[in-house]
């Protein structure tokens, strides 16, 4: 097993990489994201769609 790094060892987060209110980027409702990484709210990372990796436009251009 791995032991976890110390805290002085972690990697640096930038200070606006802090948990806020965002919009989802796929359905526009606001959620609290853990940090500026996070834009999908959970309800869309649960959808059938997100989680088989099909674009919502059926991958057609």
Do not use: H, Y
């Amino acid at each position: 097993m791995t032991e976890p790094l110390p805290e002085s060892l972690d990697p640096a987060r930038s200070l606006r990489d802090v948990p806020a209110k965002r919009t989802c980027l796929r359905c526009r409702t606001v959620f609290q994201s853990e940090g500026f990484g996070e834009r999908i709210c959970r309800r869309c990372k649960g959808s059938a769609q997100w989680k088989s990796a099909v674009p919502a436009g059926g991958g057609r251009l």
